[in-house]
Structures are given as C-alpha cells and as structure tokens.
C-alpha cells in the first residue's frame, strides 16, 4: 500500500489594512490673522483636507476648483496662471486669505454659503 503524502494548507497570509493616505490638515490656515476656526471649518468642508483635490468637469460654466479651499480658476492670476500651485497647500491658503479679504468675506465659498462647514467647527 502507498502512502499518499497528505499536504496541509499553508498558513493563510494575513495582510495588515491599509493605512489611509493621511490628508492634509488644512493647518496652514493658523498662518493668517482671521477666525482660523472659520477659515479650518471651510478647508475640510470643500476638500476634506486633501490638498491634491480638484472638481474638474463639475461647475456648470467650465471653471475647475482646486486645493483644500477649492479656489476657482478664475483667480488664475493670483498664481501667475499656473493653477498647479493651487494644490500647495501655503499658496491655496494664502490665495483664500486674499479672496476672503482677510476672512471678512466667506461668500465665494458654497461651503459656507449652505452652511456645511458648520459641522467642522
């Protein structure tokens, strides 16, 4: 009679979870003299803290929004037109510290406009 060997299942590999890409902390705003709890709340409200993030294809006229405030295209100028720099999270926040006029005027965020960055103050 042959003996067959018998095989056993090899341990089952176990991989850890991914750790989530940590988003930026929308910290660049304590770099400005304005309610920073106003200026954080709209940042994580818009991008969630992700610097990198855009809504290209998503405004009804053709502008794209970028970084953690998400400043539109139209403000190309702010950046000598490289919209690229908008996904720094300094220039962003410092192009927001303009637009707001120093935090004085939050009405070019929809953000603020519907109230969502109420729920990160």
């Excluded at 930026?24 to 610097?51: F, H, K, L, P």
């Excluded at 053709?62 to 702010?78: E, P, R, V």
Aim: proline share 7%; hydrophobic share 35%; with cysteine.
């Amino acid at each position: 009679m042959a003996v067959v060997p018998t095989t056993t299942d090899p341990a089952p590999v176990i991989t850890p979870p991914a750790i989530p890409a940590k988003p930026q902390d929308c910290s660049a705003v304590n770099a400005y003299d304005w309610d920073t709890r106003t200026a954080y709340a709209i940042c994580m409200a818009e991008s969630g803290g992700v610097a990198s993030k855009d809504n290209a294809g998503l405004n009804r006229d053709g502008s794209t929004d970028y970084g953690l405030m998400q400043i539109n295209s139209i403000h190309a100028d702010m950046v000598d037109g490289n919209l690229e720099r908008l996904r720094d999270p300094q220039v962003n926040i410092k192009v927001a510290y303009s637009i707001s006029r120093a935090g004085t005027d939050w009405t070019a965020w929809s953000a603020y406009n519907n109230g969502k960055y109420k729920q990160f103050l």
